[in-house]
């Protein structure tokens, strides 16, 4: 039985710890789970390359091969995802521990969510590249973007928004039943988000055959929706685990670091999106 061990049951739990011996000895603190994220996140962009390569007019694999390496590379990243945060908040939670105010965590996901701008400026970066040459571009005629489904689905996720602002509100106020309710609203609502983008990329393959392949537009908007809907997902996974967290009782008032980065997170990603729409829906739609 380790440390750990014992000091859960001192708290009166009995929790299996998965991340307890996840670092090299030797090293302190330092933890696997942010390579094995990175691996995984590697693994997605060599997925859709390989996906790209197979579906040229002279493919020089099967496109199976892309397919399963951006799937297996998913779970790898979540997987990775998940161990990271166990290791960073709910370890440290049943053996004791803490992280004091919680500053650095805050100001770490303030450098992480700098470099996710320079990711998404340098997609944002490509789709202006291309906007200012001729337009609409040579290739197959663009499909109806600003849809329906676009505008709910943004309003879906703005709304998710503000159901956890209120639920963290609600916590630092003491309300732990308003805050389980904002955070289960928001969970629920960010899978929504997530089916509506699936809906929509069905309808824009199946039903208008816009693909990846579909053009130097196509290429942005699913690089760009793509890699925004891995963020949901990510987000998603998040809000599940300070969820079930919170169901366990573990956030108060005073004790809320995990819920303010991924709060900080989410907001990050809504923004994201508001801006995607106007840039990459309604601006393609307009044409001088």
């Known amino acids: 039985m380790t440390v750990a061990d014992d000091s859960a049951e001192e708290h009166g739990h009995s929790h299996h710890l998965p991340a307890v011996e996840d ?41 199976l091969y892309g397919s399963a390496v951006f799937v297996g590379s998913v779970g790898v ?47 944002f970066a490509y789709y202006f590249f291309i906007r200012v040459g001729t337009w609409p571009p040579s290739g197959p005629e663009l499909p109806h973007l600003l849809s329906s489904l676009v505008l709910i689905n943004t309003a879906i996720l703005v709304v998710s928004s503000l159901t956890l602002h209120w639920g963290h509100v609600e916590l630092r106020k003491g309300n732990r039943k308003n805050f389980l309710i904002g955070m289960g609203a928001t969970l629920l609502l960010g899978v929504i988000f997530i089916g509506g983008q699936v809906l929509e990329y069905y309808e824009f393959i199946v039903n208008e055959g816009f693909t990846l392949t579909s053009g130097i537009y196509a290429s942005a908007f699913f ?33 809320h670091v995990s819920v303010s980065t991924v709060s900080m997170y989410w907001h990050f990603v809504d923004a994201v999106w508001i801006f995607l729409v106007v840039v990459m829906y309604a601006g ?5």
Do not use: C
Request: aromatic share 16%; no cysteine; hydrophobic share 50%.
């Open 23 to 63: 670092w090299p000895r030797g090293f302190g603190e330092a933890s696997w789970w942010p390579f094995i994220t990175a691996l995984g996140g590697a693994g997605i962009y060599v997925g859709a390359a390989l996906f790209v390569l197979a579906r040229g007019e002279q493919p020089i694999l099967d496109s």
């Open 77 to 123: 990243f979540l997987v990775g995802l998940y161990g990271w945060v166990y290791h960073a908040f709910v370890k440290a939670f049943w053996t004791g521990g803490g992280h004091g105010d919680g500053s650095a965590l805050r100001w770490g996901m303030i450098l992480f969510l700098g470099s996710e701008i320079a990711t998404f400026g340098a997609g």
């Open 223 to 255: 690089g760009l929706t793509g890699l925004h809907g891995l963020h949901v997902s990510m987000g998603a996974v998040l809000i599940g685990i300070v969820f079930i967290r919170a169901l366990y009782g573990q956030y108060t008032a005073d004790r």
């Open 284 to 288: 393609a739609e307009i044409t001088l």
